[in-house]
T-cell receptor
Framework: DTEVTQTPKHLVMGMTNKKSLKCEQH?????MYWYKQKAKKPPELMFV???????INESVPSRFSPECPNSSLLNLHLHALQPEDSALYLC?????????????FGDGTRLSIL | KNQVEQSPQSLIILEGKNCTLQ??????????LRWYKQDTGRGPVSLTI?????NTKSNGRYTATLDADTKQSSLHITASQLSDSASYIC???????????FGRGTSLIVHP
């Protein structure tokens, strides 16, 4: 089992809905990441939190809103999404933001926008 | 621009056979290179990580090599099993950023 837990595993929502994706890790990692992955493509970085502060936002549309309530939790709030936002959303964590720190990935949330 | 190129894009082999996946990168300065295995519908799982001074690293039937001079890496899978069917992603860190650069992956299918 992965040490990074993501819920829900699957989510189907309409374009007017508001939902949240959740990510949790208890490895004491201080950096957490959100990635978006389309089929047969590599993960694309969306956000990076370091010590619970947003350090990178890769020009992600405002309909995606990240939140880091504490060092173990990372949320991604969704509102007014578009069909092209359907993808696998992966959460990852690492000890710190040093490039030698490996990222540990969760199994993702499969999101479908109707 | 930091880039990671993987080949082949996809590969089909018979169970029990060996195979080698390739990764070329332009990331500079180089920090480390990782190979991940991603099963369908799952998140990537780290197989190996290598730094500049390491040429070879093994993890069971997986052996990764690194040539930092030519900026090439390979992942060799020995005696393939059906469970090896997955996407294998090469990820390179460096280039002045702690954000790694992902390759597009090689899709491996192992047939019985």
């Amino acid at each position: 089992d992965t040490e990074v837990t993501q819920t829900p595993k699957h989510l189907v929502m309409g374009m007017t809905n508001k939902k949240s994706l959740k990510c949790e890790q208890h490895m004491g990692h201080r950096a957490m990441y959100w990635y978006k992955q389309k089929a047969k493509k590599p993960p694309e970085l969306m956000f990076v939190y370091s010590y619970e502060k947003l350090s990178i936002n890769e020009s992600v549309p405002s309909r995606f809103s990240p939140e880091c309530p504490n060092s173990s939790l990372l949320n991604l709030h969704l509102h007014a999404l578009q069909p092209e936002d359907s993808a696998l959303y992966l959460c990852a964590s690492s000890q710190g933001t040093d490039s030698n720190q490996p990222q540990h990935f969760g199994d993702g949330t499969r999101l479908s926008i109707l | 621009k930091n880039q990671v190129e993987q080949s082949p894009q996809s590969l089909i082999i018979l169970e029990g056979k060996n195979c080698t996946l390739q990764c070329n990168y332009t990331v500079s300065p180089f920090s480390n290179l990782r190979w991940y295995k991603q099963d369908t519908g799952r998140g990537p799982v780290s197989l190996t990580i290598m730094t500049f001074s390491e040429n070879t690293k093994s993890n069971g039937r997986y052996t990764a090599t690194l040539d930092a001079d030519t900026k090439q890496s390979s992942l060799h899978i020995t005696a393939s099993q059906l469970s090896d069917s997955a996407s294998y992603i090469c990820v390179v860190s460096g280039g002045g950023s702690y954000i790694p650069t992902f390759g597009r992956g090689t899709s491996l299918i192992v047939h019985p």
